[in-house]
């Protein structure tokens, strides 16, 4: 199979996956829905156990299920990969990634980071992305701002967040890390990055922690 592909779908040549994480309240979900405008890429669906809410309305697609049917699929080996984040289970929907880069389209991946980690070795070839938060103050800012979390639910995001950016810089599945200073900016270096791999079929960076 062709390895190369451009932002257009293509029945002819397979698609590219690109994965990417960062902690809660990086402002990923919104790099990630302004990347799939623009490249244009397709959303990957999740089935989680945790509740639906409001802003899942657009963007990042999520089938609700109860943790009985996501342990069913799991053994049935539905997911391409799948982690417990934040107490509730999530994993990406093998078969319409599959289906999608046949179809050669660019399959965005919005997951964690051990999903991350678990699809870079699947596919060598997906792209990985991390986007960072300017700093652990603005982070804190952010997720005080978004009003989500109490107080003590908002540290431990802090805490967690700085741990997973410890494990994106060493784990060797991110060649991107990215810092989200402004939203068009974050979006216009990571959509140009992966154009280089999709478009232009440059050869893909060593990831983070393979560096020397
Ligand atoms: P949220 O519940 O806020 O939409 O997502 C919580 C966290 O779970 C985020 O870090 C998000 O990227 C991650 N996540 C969402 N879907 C998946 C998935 O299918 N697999 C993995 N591993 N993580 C996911």
Redesign the pocket.
């Known amino acids: 199979m062709h390895e190369t592909t451009d932002s257009t779908p293509s029945p002819t040549r397979r698609g590219r996956l690109i994965f990417?994480?960062?902690?809660?309240g990086a402002g990923?979900?919104t790099i990630c829905r302004r990347l799939a405008e623009l490249l244009p890429a397709e959303f990957?669906v999740?089935?989680?156990t945790?509740p639906g809410?409001p802003q899942?309305a657009w963007g990042?697609r999520?089938l609700f299920v109860t943790e009985d049917n996501f342990k069913q699929r799991m053994e049935a080996g539905e997911?391409l990969?799948?982690?417990l984040?934040?107490g509730?289970w999530?994993?990406?929907?093998r078969q319409p990634v599959e289906e999608s880069l046949e179809q050669g389209r660019i399959v965005l991946?919005?997951?964690?980071?051990?999903?991350?980690i678990?699809v870079h070795k699947l596919f060598p070839a997906a792209l990985g992305v991390f986007i960072l938060p300017p700093s652990p103050e603005q982070l804190e800012k952010r997720l005080r701002d978004r009003g989500r979390d109490d107080e003590q639910t908002m540290l431990r995001r802090v805490t967690e967040a700085q741990q997973e950016v410890r494990v994106a810089q060493e784990c060797g599945s991110y060649s991107l890390m990215v810092i989200n200073q402004t939203l068009e900016k974050a979006v216009e270096e990571i959509a140009n990055h992966i154009q280089r791999y999709t478009i232009h079929n440059e050869t893909l960076p060593l990831p983070f922690g393979e560096r020397r």
């Open positions: 990417i994480s960062g902690p809660s990923k979900s990957a999740s089935a989680t945790r809410k899942d990042k999520y997911f990969e799948y982690a984040v934040f509730n999530y994993g990406t929907l991946l919005e997951i964690d980071v051990q999903g991350g678990q």
